[in-house]
Nanobody, 124 residues
């Protein structure tokens, strides 16, 4: 069993930055993929980015490519999502998710473990 805890959300002005954290307990991420999804009010949950822990390969949604970047701390079993040049349309609840597999997938139903979510609000 994997428990995921997100942190780092908040309120920021457009053009600003935030860094989200996702810490895992119960198991290490070493054989998992870790993804970020977001859900805005009235919209479906959408894929943002993911990393394959063992390979380090990352994948980003087109809407965040070039603005969001993954990093990780192996010792802390934590991944980070650095979000720069934030836009009002980035406002959503951001969820960390994980699944025990090698190749990255973008469909939310393919992830077994989920965090509780953290709110990101970008004001104009």
């Amino acid at each position: 069993q994997v428990q995921l805890v997100e942190s780092g959300g908040g309120l920021v002005q457009a053009g600003g930055s935030l860094r989200l954290s996702c810490a895992a307990s119960g198991r290490t991420f070493s054989t998992y993929i870790v993804g970020w999804f977001r859900q805005a009010p009235g919209k479906e949950r959408e894929f943002v980015a993911a990393i394959s822990w063992s390979s380090g390969y990352t994948n980003y949604a087109d809407s965040v490519k070039g603005r969001f970047t993954f990093s990780r701390d192996n010792a802390k079993n934590t991944v980070y999502l650095q979000m720069n040049s934030l836009k009002t349309e980035d406002t959503a609840v951001y969820y960390c998710a994980a699944d025990r597999r090698y190749f990255i997938v973008q469909r939310s139903y393919e992830y077994s473990y989920w965090g509780q979510g953290t709110q990101v609000t970008v004001s104009s």
